[in-house]
């Protein structure tokens, strides 16, 4: 699957460097998973980051430095040890999830409006992560809205255009505060998304308003 959005150099350098927030990076790595030419992106960076490090000074290690290494080390193999089972594939209602959300709790659907549901997402080593799943029907439009901060979403399944284009699965929308626009779902299926806030939505209109408070982001 070739994904045709993607991405900014930004937002790769901050995966790369592990300063992104966990929603965000959730939905970054969902994106990783289809798209190489991201994934070579992150290689760079962190090929980069690396040589940094290998040319600042040396610092001094405390006498047990490198035990506490290695049995760190002997703890992350512990828990990464395969299973004896392959992983059941993630997916709800029948729609295959990202690996990314592995390990998360996925909760149940939640009525938001016409044709539209969420399912909040938990991340366990940051319960304030800002996560959702949300499923619209075939030609329904989100409400007309903007952000403070930038909004990232991975599309799941299905597609949907807005202004700047179709977005289809595997493609990572990323909108910062400028921006404003209304997603309208294609006609052909309904369309899943998993989406991350480093802010808030800014809902326009009636309806947007009342919307608000359903969404909590």
């Given at each position: 699957m070739t994904a045709n959005?993607?991405?900014?150099?930004?937002?790769?350098?901050?995966?790369?460097?592990?300063?992104?927030?966990?929603?965000?990076a959730i939905v970054v790595e969902a994106h990783l998973a289809q798209c190489t030419a991201c994934r070579a992106r992150v290689g760079e960076y962190q090929a980069l980051g690396g040589a940094l490090l290998e040319d600042a000074s040396p610092t001094?290690?405390?006498?047990?430095?490198?035990?506490?290494?290695?049995?760190?080390?002997?703890?992350?193999?512990?828990?990464?040890?395969?299973?004896?089972?392959?992983?059941a594939p993630l997916e709800i209602d029948?729609?295959?999830?990202?690996?990314?959300?592995?390990?998360?709790?996925?909760?149940?659907?939640?009525?938001?409006?016409?044709?539209?549901?969420?399912?909040?997402?938990?991340?366990?080593?940051?319960?304030?992560?800002?996560?959702?799943?949300?499923k619209v029907g075939p030609g329904r439009a989100l409400p007309d809205h903007g952000h403070v901060g930038t909004e990232f979403t991975f599309i799941v399944?299905?597609?949907?255009?807005?202004?700047?284009?179709?977005?289809?699965?595997g493609d990572l929308a990323e909108m910062d505060e400028d921006v404003e626009h209304q997603p309208i779902v294609d006609q052909d299926d309904e369309c899943v998304c998993l989406a991350a806030m480093e802010g808030k939505m800014r809902f326009k209109g009636?309806?947007?308003?009342?919307?608000?408070?359903?969404?909590?982001?």
């Open positions: 959005h993607h991405a900014t150099d930004e937002t790769l350098m901050r995966f790369a460097a592990g300063t992104l927030a966990a929603g965000p001094s290690l405390s006498a047990t430095a490198l035990s506490d290494v290695l049995a760190l080390i002997e703890a992350e193999e512990a828990v990464d040890a395969p299973a004896t089972r392959p992983l029948g729609v295959l999830l990202p690996e990314a959300l592995r390990g998360c709790d996925i909760g149940r659907w939640r009525w938001i409006g016409p044709g539209m549901k969420m399912s909040r997402v938990e991340v366990p080593h940051d319960p304030d992560a800002n996560l959702i799943l949300l399944s299905g597609s949907y255009t807005d202004r700047f284009g179709t977005f289809r699965p009636m309806i947007g308003r009342m919307l608000q408070p359903i969404f909590g982001i």
